[in-house]
């Protein structure tokens, strides 16, 4: 894959080690993808856990709001609040 190998970083993404199993014949195109969706799953799972330790930051379920110019009102008030 253009002169790279699997110690370059950037190679070490969420895609790329799964895919490069695929092409090695390592691993079936069909378990690469299940790979890669178990590991973006692991990966969305861990920001989360640091994102809730992060007392700064205001979580919104966009749902609540009947509109989006109703969520924008609620997050530019909860903004001028803290600034």
Do not use: P, V
Not at 52 to 63: E, L, M, Q, T, V
Not at 67 to 83: G, M, V
Request: charged share 40%.
């Amino acid at each position: 894959l253009m002169g790279l190998t699997k110690e370059d970083i950037a190679m070490k993404g969420i895609g790329y080690k799964e895919i490069m199993e695929f092409l090695e014949g390592s691993c079936s195109l069909d378990e690469a993808l299940e790979n890669i969706k178990k590991n973006t799953r692991h990966y969305a799972k861990k920001q989360l856990t640091w994102f809730r330790r992060y007392d700064r930051i205001k979580w919104y379920n966009i749902s609540d709001f009947d509109n989006d110019d109703r969520a924008i009102e609620e997050i530019k008030s909860w903004l001028e609040k803290k600034i």
